[in-house]
């Protein structure tokens, strides 16, 4: 009897903490590889274990404003995307709207030089739109 409480504990136990470990992996990430960015720093949040960064970062010059998953909560602190069409991960969905966002459920949206995608899973569709985004150059 012990045994088949011990082993229905450590099933459930499983079944709610694999899909937490597997949304925060790190595979997806190169610890090796900076990344740079420049504007002025809004806001810091520290909600364990989310960090959120929130910067003004006007684009004024035409270049790519992209954004994948969470991220759009950033150009929403900067207070560019009014009546843009875009996606995000559902979960910002309502956020993304009232902002002033067209949103969208699709692997990426292009909208001028805005390029969003939802989830890392959309990452080739995401990475051919800002490619292109890249070759084409500053819009006006």
């Known amino acids: 009897m012990k045994f088949n409480v011990f082993a229905i504990a450590t099933i459930a136990f499983l079944m709610f903490a694999l899909p937490a ?5 790190f595979a ?12 002025v720093v809004k806001e810091f949040e520290w909600t364990n274990p989310h960090v959120w960064i929130h910067m003004m970062v006007p684009d004024q010059a035409g270049k ?8 759009g909560w950033v150009p929403i602190s900067a207070k560019i995307l009014k009546g843009k069409r875009a996606t995000s991960v559902r979960a910002i969905k309502d ?3 009232n ?4 949103w969208e459920d699709s692997a990426v949206v292009v909208d001028g030089n805005l390029i969003s995608s939802r989830t890392p899973a959309d990452l080739p569709q995401f990475c051919k739109a800002l ?4 070759r084409q150059g500053p819009q006006d």
């Open 95 to 97: 956020d993304m709207e």
């Open 64 to 71: 790519p404003v992209a954004f994948i998953c969470h991220a």
């Open 21 to 25: 470990i597997a949304h925060h992996s």
């Open 99 to 102: 902002a002033g966002v067209v």
């Open 131 to 134: 490619i292109a985004a890249l």
């Open 28 to 39: 997806m990430f190169d610890r090796e590889k900076s990344v740079t960015l420049t504007g």
